[in-house]
């Protein structure tokens, strides 16, 4: 069992979550717990509420598109129909879906009532468990509702990682990687160590723990995005431009890295980022087996779903781009010709001239 305590509330990465669990709501005298699951990972919320004193298991289908208002109201309403109160404490188990949903759900049920997450995807455990931000997709667009709140602690169920589908398993490596360019040193590298063994052998509770710290690190800063957070969007500008230009059909960890490259190469031609560190992040990728060449060959309408991002400031999109190697620079205004070569040059794959 790992804990870091950097955000004030335990994070806790272990392999005997009903254990932890079942202790930490003892120590905090909650009257009663109530037990919120993503649907695919019931079995395991039902078997960790029987350590609970036979808390109560609500289980919804969830998943990206189920990520709404009307499953939000769903929740809601199965909160007061179990007759939660401020006393009981409700646990959030699944993915970064169920974080956001359930999450939102505590924050906003009753004013608040204490929320733990159970994070049972790799996404969840080093990205969307942390720090607080919850939220549903409008039509309008991706967590375009939600509030910023802490949860009282969060569980990293480690032996659900071994059931997870592996292709979710890549999507939450793309961002362990940002988190080893944020921190540059002992993460990056025993990435670079690990990434030709199967993932089944990884050590995971020090991989999950160590990029937690980094984002931990960042959060603890910055807890209402106001500033520094934003490195956390490295390689998100050009990601989420290309997933939405794509409709989606290109998935958010693919997206992030393929935007590591092209963050990687718009750092190269602004002045910034050895060629040698470039290179060693897309070696990195690649071994993790994650895409690095762009199938959209629109540069242009990239540009434009850049355009549309909601962390543009004053009308002008603003770039998160590393220095080096455990150096990253947000907030960069940069001119639109050198974002759409970096577009055209991640359509195509990587040649000899890659970042010169
Ligand atoms: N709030 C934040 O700060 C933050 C940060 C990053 C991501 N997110 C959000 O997280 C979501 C992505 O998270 P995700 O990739 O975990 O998606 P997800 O929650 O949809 O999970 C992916 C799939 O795996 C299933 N699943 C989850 N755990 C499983 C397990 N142990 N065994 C078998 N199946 C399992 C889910 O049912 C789903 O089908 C996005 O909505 C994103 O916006 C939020
Ligand atoms: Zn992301």
Excluded at 136 to 151: I, T, W
Excluded at 217 to 239: I, S, W
Excluded at 302 to 320: C, P, Q, S, Y
């Amino acid at each position: 069992m790992t804990r870091i305590d950097d955000l004030g509330y335990p994070i806790v990465v272990t392999s005997n979550a009903p254990a932890e669990i079942a202790a930490f709501s003892k120590e905090q005298g909650y009257r009663r717990v109530v037990v919120l699951c993503d649907r695919n990972v019931e079995a395991g919320a039902r078997a960790l509420a029987a350590r609970l004193r036979g808390a109560a298991v609500l289980a919804f289908p969830l998943g990206e598109r189920r990520k709404t208002m009307t499953t939000l109201t769903r929740v809601l309403n199965a909160l007061a129909s179990a007759g939660v109160e401020r006393t009981t404490l409700i646990l959030g188990v699944g993915g970064g879906v169920a974080c956001d949903v359930f999450g939102f759900a505590a924050a906003t049920y009753a004013r608040g009532v204490p929320f733990a997450a159970v994070a049972t995807s790799l996404v969840a455990m080093v990205d969307a468990a942390i720090g607080g931000k919850t939220g549903v997709n409008l039509s309008s667009g991706k967590n375009l509702a939600g509030v910023f709140r802490d949860p009282v602690a969060v569980f990293c169920d480690l032996p659900s990682l071994g059931r997870l589908h592996e292709r979710w398993l890549r999507e939450g490596l793309a961002e362990v990687v940002k988190h080893g360019i944020i921190e540059g040193g002992e993460l990056f590298e025993s990435l670079e160590t690990l990434a030709p063994h199967p993932l089944r052998k990884w050590p995971w509770e020090t991989v999950v723990a160590d990029s937690i710290r980094v984002k931990a690190m960042v959060v603890a800063d910055d807890r209402l995005e106001r500033g520094a957070r934003e490195v956390l969007n490295l390689g998100h500008t050009f990601g989420h431009a290309i997933e939405r230009a794509s409709r989606y059909r290109i998935s958010h960890g693919h997206g992030l890295s393929i935007g590591l490259r092209a963050a990687g190469l718009l750092a190269r031609r602004t002045g910034r980022f050895s060629r040698a560190e470039h290179l060693r992040v897309l070696s990195l990728l690649t071994l993790l087996r994650l895409p690095l060449v762009s199938p959209l060959s629109d540069a242009r309408g990239i540009v434009r779903a850049m355009e549309h991002d909601k962390k543009r400031r004053n009308g002008r999109v603003r770039f998160v781009l590393p220095r080096a190697l455990g150096d990253v620079e947000y907030g960069i205004d940069v001119p639109t010709r050198p974002v759409a070569a970096v577009l055209r040059a991640v359509s195509e794959p990587i040649h000899e001239r890659e970042g010169r």
